[in-house]
């Protein structure tokens, strides 16, 4: 089995978490290889835990904490064609590979090319300041009173236009976090496309809706009196002023980053059973008890 060369970890760390026993795991693993840890800054997180470096330096971009974390070292990876190795420091997320526990059995596998790349896809989106780009998902929303205007074309048609708080766009691994928690449907593995959603907007027949790859989805943004805020994956972005128009084209793009996968963790749909985030109904429940009880 080939042998990779894992001469420098980059580490992307959560701003808070406590991360004694991982980092000392990863000191540990790369003393007694010779290789060296450097920190990867990321915007909004001022913790120091090791001397500066870069994504495109590092061999690994190691990410300790949770999916917000392992986000941003996506980000900063991306560009410069960099696996991520999400590692979970609390509970598991959908981006975690390991636990703070297995980081020296995962970076062995790494090490001896055992393992295979989960692509992560993003959702692209380009206006006249400039281009966005968000891996779980995009989000316009009013930053004052009143509501903001916003006009949905598919493919070269109106699909909607509504007043209300805003728009969510997601690619399918954030249809399960923000849009979700909107009324969005979820995508189930394997599927692509981004999914749009309408944040409580006012009268109208406004379904969620999900559109294929390849298709022209353009949105325009009309931020009335109150002005509106521009969010990429939790992360405030760009601002529209009141009163000025921003016309978003979004493209989906399928293979934005990379996610080292180990065969170790759980699937999507039994993440997010295990966090509550998709529960049975309780008569589902009540009949699951009564059959479990029958005698065999």
Request: charged content about 20%.
């Amino acid at each position: 089995m080939p042998t990779a060369e894992l001469a420098r970890l980059g580490v992307v760390v959560h701003p808070e978490r406590d991360l004694r026993h991982a980092l000392a795991t990863l000191q540990d693993w790369a003393s007694r290889r010779s290789a060296e840890v450097v920190q990867i800054r990321v915007p909004g997180n001022p913790r120091e835990v090791a001397p500066a470096g870069t994504a495109e330096s590092s061999d690994l971009v190691v990410a300790l904490g949770g999916d917000g974390t392992t986000l941003a070292a996506l980000h900063a990876a991306a560009a410069v064609n960099r696996p991520v190795l999400g590692v979970a420091c609390g509970s598991l997320g959908a981006l975690s590979a390991v636990t703070a526990d297995e980081i020296g059995e995962a970076l062995d596998r790494v090490e001896a090319d055992d393992w295979h790349v989960r692509a992560v896809p993003a959702l692209l989106a380009q206006f006249d300041g400039g281009e966005i780009r968000a891996i779980n998902d995009l989000v316009l929303v009013r930053r004052g009173a009143g509501q903001i205007a916003v006009e949905v074309r598919i493919g070269g048609e109106r699909f909607v236009g509504f007043a209300g708080d805003g728009l969510i766009a997601a690619t399918p691994l954030g249809s399960t976090a923000y849009t979700l928690a909107s009324g969005g449907p979820m995508l189930a593995p394997g599927t692509d496309g981004l999914v749009l959603t309408p944040l409580a907007p006012h009268g109208g027949v406004c379904p969620p809706v999900v559109t294929a790859p390849g298709t022209e989805v353009l949105v325009t943004l009309d931020p009335a009196h109150g002005g509106a805020r521009i969010e990429a994956d939790g992360r405030p972005r760009h601002e529209a002023p009141p009163f000025e128009r921003v016309r978003f084209e979004l493209t989906y793009e399928p293979r934005f980053a990379e996610l080292v996968a180990l065969g170790m963790g759980e699937s999507l749909i039994t993440g997010l059973r295990r966090r509550r985030i998709l529960i049975d109904s309780p008569r589902m429940q009540i009949r699951d008890d009564r059959a479990a009880a029958q005698p065999r």
